[in-house]
């Protein structure tokens, strides 16, 4: 064999060798891709049952929330009306608002005119109390003018207890007696008719000095015998010769002295007179009660 054909087939033995390995490689490659086929496949069938469920749990939540949407559309047209309501409330509440302010502001207008007319009633106030201070001292001088005719009425009861005395004439007493009987008995039936009870009255004499302040009202004058009838009696304890003041308002009308007491009323003698006493006036035992 000559030496080409020696090359030949040793060629033909190499080139029979690579086949050989070549096929056993392809045969173990093609093994190996068909279990690596096999498992891929299973893996396949793996995600496609796993994505099949995310896909039915992706559904299911997604109906959910299609429901949540609905729900929650409902809930927001219901807000939505709410809250139109609610700006029409504000705007109703705006509206009340403004009415408030227009309101207060007439308010301090209407408390800015009565500061005004306090501060007005505040300086007739003080001029009341200086009017009050110059009556106490008219007062003071009234007490003088009082205990001086204290000691005139004495001289003159005096006077009047001689000459009665010296009377002898019992006709005159007896129609002097009948006309202070039929005074006492217009007073008395005048009394009755203001709803007084004038069926017990007091006797005898009390003290002169007034031991408390007793507060009342001329119910009754007949300025032509000088007799007032006062509403306070007894009970109230006014006792015959308690000295009342009679006054009107913050005016002095005049001094009387009670003489006849009885439960519910009193019949005092005028014996000052300022200005004509009338009925309704205000009569104190002490002026400083006024």
Not at 46 to 62: D, H, P, R
Not at 137 to 144: V, Y
Not at 151 to 172: C, E, G, H, P, V
Request: glycine share 6%; aromatic share 4%; hydrophobic share 40%.
């Amino acid at each position: 064999m000559s030496t080409l054909g020696k090359v030949f087939a040793v060629l033909v033995l190499v080139l029979s060798v690579a086949y050989a390995a070549v096929t056993a490689v392809l045969y173990s490659t093609t093994d190996y891709w068909k279990g690596r086929h096999a498992a891929v496949e299973a893996e396949k069938k793996k995600i496609e049952q796993e994505l099949t469920g995310k896909v039915n749990a992706l559904e299911s939540q997604v109906t959910m929330l299609k429901g949540n949407l609905e729900t929650a559309t409902d809930q927001a047209n219901k807000l939505k009306d709410k809250n139109e309501a609610l700006e029409d409330d504000i705007k109703k509440l705006k509206d009340s608002l403004a009415e408030k302010t227009t309101q207060l502001n007439t308010l301090q207008t209407n408390f800015d005119k009565i500061a005004g007319n306090i501060d007005t009633l505040m300086k007739e106030i003080e001029q009341k109390k200086a009017l009050i201070s110059s009556l106490e001292e008219n007062a003071k001088e009234l007490q003088a003018k009082k205990e001086e005719l204290a000691k005139q009425r004495d001289d003159l009861t005096f006077r009047l207890q001689a000459a009665t005395a010296a009377n002898t004439d019992l006709t005159n007493k007896c129609k002097a007696l009948m006309a202070e009987v039929e005074k006492m008995t217009d007073l008395l039936d005048r009394a009755k008719q203001e709803g007084f009870d004038v069926s017990k009255p007091s006797s005898g004499a009390g003290p002169t000095v007034v031991q408390k302040t007793i507060r009342g009202r001329v119910t009754g004058v007949r300025e032509s015998a000088g007799l007032v009838v006062i509403n306070v009696g007894s009970q109230d304890e006014v006792q015959s010769g308690y000295p009342f003041i009679v006054y009107r308002g913050a005016e002095f009308i005049a001094k009387i002295v009670v003489d006849k007491v009885y439960p519910e009323m009193s019949v005092a003698n005028i014996e000052i007179s300022k200005s004509p006493i009338q009925v309704g006036d205000t009569v104190t035992t002490k002026l400083a009660a006024f």
